[in-house]
């Protein structure tokens, strides 16, 4: 389709018309050039396609379809290829329903364990967010459908989240709320981009051209077209200009008039009317010239698939004295209703209406075990009855094991507002705790998007965390209660003892309308190691029923260039009698940075099938990007010269392999050394500390260090040595030797000095 040739034969009123959707789920269709309206919908992990009675918040139905984990689920399976698959599943059922695009995958960071939709959300870790959404936008879009990556960006509060402003310097967007971003639209070029309600440092999204033009577009090449999250149009006329191709739904043609009015009144370009209108029919046609209606949905084959993908993203927290996994011959109380409903997704518009669930005890009654069952608590309300509590005590107390299902109420995680404590209701742990007591091999499963609280981890011998695992979520977790599945899970945030240790604790949800990122790049596990702190599991954590053991590091060389690339390898050993998966996760880390930097950062993993007593090579390639930093002042990625870690390991608190790689930079920073630069910095510059030691000589002798010819110095006859005059000398201005010199230096000679500092 020559889309640039229709939209010449478009009326201004057309194209206006066109850059807004036509209801809450179709753009809008121009009859007389045969251009027909699509429809999009949401997701992501699972289709939630509305025909009547549209809303944007899941609260009325949509067809019966089938839900897979979620994305905190599917980010704890650090295994690209499966979510890959899962998107495959995804673009195929798509197909079948006559979309175009699959409002997803959602990929902000997870901030803070409040954050409502952190269920929606993959990592607190840049690096994993960016390879998990890449993969799956890489999956849906093989079958030629449509994603909308979401929610761009700093769009990791549900607080006030269409009038907030997320107000962060440019180093931390840059290194960790835009690369899921960046990666995405580098590596899998998603069809669209989605922007976000709030504020970027005080402007909206949708009507930033920074943000969708100048990074998105210029910066990472994205050529699909930009679409607005629903409702997230403040001012349309600007938001063209910006760079938002889309409104979505519309606003009733308001916007659209207001359009045409600024083009006739000669405030905006009619090109940049067209331009939107170009990108939205591009994807529009490809969809098109591409649909495959007769593409068959087979939802038992997706849910047994759903169930396959949500064992492999369980992570095994805990498992003291071998508890699990249960031998299917013993006796098993299973309690708390979540083993009967299981929470397996969040509330608001990725809400799926699922064809079939299956809960945990159905799951095991029909796989043949010994179960019984006692509700416990109530999900819907926090309370505990003391006949329920009896019950589900003497329930234990007859069982070989006691798995609780717990975790969160749907109310307690939604899109559209916030936690506002990371707790599980009382009534859960006032359960998890008498069970505890009645029976010495209690097992917890956990159904929830995000971190909570454990007062009961002392007291129970295994955790099993679920996350929001999807439909079939609970044939999953028997499948690996029992030993089907050893589970390869590891977490994709780091559980935080309380709430009060998350970085953003202080500044969470901000004041009024600002938001303010002032724990910088320190987010997450980056903020938990710099401290030190304890956490009650670490981020990359995750047992297994075998053991493995990590040998032979090597890197291909000892030193490069920033960019060359460093090849490393490691070798994984499957040391217990079982067959699992393991998952080796690479962090780098600075040895000495200028600015802030964290201790480590994970630039690469690897998951890997090994037999019992296998052994196999991981590989890493590791670029410049693996080693730098932004730097505002260059605008532009950066390394600094010197040595860096290498760490490889199972957690990003379990890394038995160790080395370091010298990183030579092969780009100069611009210096500005003036009379008010330190001895410190200048030195610190290898450059500008040649051009410095004659001038030292000079400035040292001021001080009395300059050596007489018998080698003595006349300071060596007072109580200050060299070192101390040197450690007090480096936070001393050039302009002192004026000061203190008595006018030693002229400033003539000052002027030629910093002349050849800075252009060395
Ligand atoms: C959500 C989006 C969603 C859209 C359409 C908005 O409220 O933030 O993630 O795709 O609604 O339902």
Known sequence: MDVKALVSRMTLEEKAGLCSGDDFWHTKAVERLGIPRVMVSDGPHGLRKQDEAADHLGINDSIKAVCFPAASATAASFDPDMIREMGEELGDSCQHEKLSVVLGPAVNIKRSPLCGRNFEYFSEDPYLAGKMCTAMIQGVQSRNVGTSIKHFALNSQEHRRMSSSSDADERTMREIYFPPFEMAVKEAQPWTVMCSYNRINGVYASENPWLLTEVLRKEWGFEGYVMSDWGAVSDRVAGVAAGLDLEMPSSGGVNDRKIVAAVKAGKLDEKLVDQACERILNITFRYLENAKPDTPWDKEKQHARAAEIAADCMVLLKNEKKVLPISKRAGVAFIGEFA????????????????????????????????TYAPGYSVEKDSLTPSRLRKAVEAAKAAKVAVVFAGLPDSYESEGYDRTNMRMPECQNRLIEAVAEANPNTVVVLHNGSPVEMPWIGKVKAVLEAYLGGQAVGEAAVRVLFGDVNPSGHLPETFPLKLEDNPSYLYYGGEGNRTEYREGVFVGYRYYDKKKMDVLFPFGHGLSYTTFAWSDLKLSRKGIKDTDTLKVT?????????????????????????????LRELKGFQKV??????????????????????????????????????????????????????????????RHYTPDSIYLDIMADPKAKKIMTDYMHQAMEIFGHEENSDGTTEAAKEAISE???????????????????GGADSEKQMEELLKLLNNP
């Not at 064809?355 to 796989?367: D, N, Q």
């Not at 070192?723 to 010199?741: E, H, I, Q, V, W």
Request: glycine share 10%.
């Open 609 to 670: 099938f090994l037999k019992p007593g296998e052994s196999k090579k991981v590989a890493f390639t590791l670029d410049k990007r693996s080693f730098a930093y932004w730097n505002e002042e260059i605008h532009d990625w950066h390394v600094e010269t010197g040595a860096f870690t290498i760490e490889v390991g199972d957690s990003s608190r379990n890394l038995p392999l160790k080395a370091e790689v010298q990183v030579e930079s092969t780009v100069e920073l611009p």
């Open 340 to 371: 009967e409903k299981p929470r397996f997704q969040g509330g608001g518009s990725s809400h799926i209406n699922c064809f079939r669930t299956t809960g945990a005890l159905e799951a095991a009654r029909a796989a043949g075990l010994k179960v």
């Open 723 to 741: 070192d101390m005059t040197l450690a007090m000398m480096k936070y001393m201005p050039l302009r002192g030797s004026l000061s203190f010199g």
């Open 570 to 598: 490691a070798v994984v050993t499957n040391t217990g009698k079982r067959a699992g998966k393991a998952v080796a996760q690479l962090y780098v880390g600075d040895v000495e940075s200028t600015p802030l930097r964290p």
